[in-house]
Every structure is written in structure tokens, then in C-alpha cells.
């Protein structure tokens, strides 16, 4: 793992702690902060899943002739 790839998994760790952290600390009802975590867990893996994809498809055109 180079240390980009580290960067970004950290800075994605960091990030869903965060997120985590704020939801458990709201003064919401239980099944609203499930909820909230679940949607913004959702999110981030959408959107981790997207760039992934992105980096794939970047990687296989520079291969290319």
C-alpha cells in the first residue's frame, strides 16, 4: 500500500468516526439516529465505491496503446 492509498483510507477513517461520533452525541430519538447512520454510512460507501471505480477506469485507459 503506498502511502497515497494510506492517506486516503485514513483521512475515510477519520471521517466516518466523525460522523459516527456527532450522530451518537445528537439529542435524536434512537431509531432516528439508526437512521442517520445508516444513510451517511450508505453515502460514504456510494462514494467510496465511485472512486474506486473512477481510479479502475483511469488505471486501465493509461495501460492502453
Do not use: C, H, Q, Y
Amino acid at each position: 500500500m503506498n502511502d497515497n492509498t494510506k492517506l486516503i483510507v485514513a483521512a475515510l477513517a477519520g471521517a466516518a468516526a466523525g460522523f459516527v461520533a456527532g450522530i451518537l452525541l445528537a439529542p435524536d430519538k434512537g431509531s432516528e439516529t439508526r437512521d442517520k447512520i445508516k444513510d451517511g454510512l450508505k453515502k460514504t460507501v456510494d462514494e467510496v465505491l465511485d472512486k474506486i471505480e473512477k481510479g479502475l477506469d483511469d488505471l486501465s485507459s493509461e495501460k492502453k496503446p
